[in-house]
């Protein structure tokens, strides 16, 4: 019998997974559009998570989804969608909304390094966040759910775009300024939706809703562009201020080299979860991350064409080598209007076979 390392704040079963579908997904097959009011009309928010709980039901209902499907949730956010722009917007972003996209964030080339966090707050866009929420807690009592609130660097890039990373070399002192306000306007933002839901990443993984406590999972998808220097000098310090503030804490992490990483993370006080992009060396992470639990992402584009065994012997050699069923996890997110149903039912057979197998040789 092996006693695998558990971490006590997370609490989770073995091998949590779960998928996300992306908008074109739910537009073609399910025809739900992704206007404005998905996002903030109060009864539209409360009918289409219903909705969206009641097909995953019913297409893999036998594998646990779709729970929600006979309740009228108070869901603030769209937790059944990858779609961070809300802070992007309160900052000066303009928002696009397609029927079959998620909300698409117009860079607003911002030509100083400033930002005002009480302006953010009286934004047109915050005043309409927080319109739904009062309308939802009017109506129910409570609210659920939580927003997407995207990460610092990805929120810079959207504010300044690429003249950033000149600003890195030119202006370091005013970028680690500039870094740092962006990240107390989300700190403020993520805080006060977790005080009154319970939850501040479900939007952002939907695996963290396995877990004992709430992690706060920030989005680094936009590292995967800068060197691991610049991410010492001038992320890592508020990664570890984080750490320390808000366990479990964790890193979103959708880009193809993760592993790079592997050893400014180890740096971090405490790092309880991390999203392992598709391409990332999962052995690699394990070796300086033993404590960390590794939320293995699957591709969403390669899932299309691969085989229902080809997904099979995927999954089952990534988990491996993450070499700790309480410290690992399988999601596939953004998966399109190209995927076929019985992929998705490989990654939850597979992972239900993977369970059985680790149980028989769990020292309990």
């Not at 025809?31 to 409360?46: E, M, Q």
Request: with cysteine; aromatic share 12%; net charge negative.
């Amino acid at each position: 019998m092996i006693d695998y390392i558990r971490n006590p704040l997370l609490n989770n079963p073995i091998l949590p997974v779960d998928i996300v579908l992306s908008p074109s997904w739910w537009f073609k097959h399910e025809g739900i559009t992704f206007d404005r009011d998905f996002f903030y009309h109060p009864a539209r928010r409360v009918e289409a998570e219903r909705k969206m709980e009641k097909v995953l039901y019913e297409r893999w209902g036998a594998f646990g989804m779709g729970a929600d499907r006979d309740s009228d949730l108070p869901q603030v956010g769209a937790v059944h969608l990858a779609a961070g722009f809300l802070i992007s917007e309160m900052l000066g972003c303009r928002i696009e909304y397609k029927e079959d996209t998620p909300p698409n964030v117009i860079p607003a080339e911002r030509e100083d390094l400033n930002i005002d966090i009480d302006t953010a707050f009286h934004s047109e866009s915050f005043k309409r966040f927080q319109q739904l929420k009062d309308s939802l807690k009017k109506k129910y009592g409570y609210l659920v759910g939580d927003v997407n609130w995207s990460g610092i660097l990805n929120i810079a890039l959207d504010l300044r775009g690429e003249m950033l990373f000149m600003d890195m070399f030119d202006k370091p002192g005013q970028v680690q300024k500039y870094l740092q306000n962006i990240g107390n306007v989300v700190e403020k933002f993520s805080t006060g939706i977790e005080k009154e839901t319970g939850t501040s990443s479900i939007s952002v993984n939907r695996n963290v809703r396995f877990f004992k406590r709430p992690i706060y999972l920030h989005s680094e998808c936009s590292h995967t562009m800068i060197s691991t220097e610049s991410y010492d000098q001038f992320l890592l310090p508020i990664d570890r201020v984080w750490s320390e503030t808000y366990r479990p804490f964790g890193i979103h992490y959708c880009g193809t080299d993760p592993h790079r990483y592997a050893e400014s993370f180890a740096k971090l006080p405490y790092l309880d979860f991390l999203d392992v992009g598709w391409g990332g060396d999962v052995k690699k992470l394990r070796q300086f991350l033993p404590n960390t639990f590794l939320n293995i992402r699957l591709s969403p584009v390669e899932i299309i064409k691969q085989s229902e065994e080809d997904i099979r012997q995927t999954i089952i050699r990534l988990v491996h080598d993450s070499a700790n069923p309480y410290l690992t996890g399988v999601c596939c997110i953004n998966m399109d209007d190209q995927v076929g149903d019985e992929k998705i039912k490989a990654i939850y057979k597979t992972v239900h076979e993977l369970r059985r197998q680790y149980e028989a040789n769990i020292k309990l």
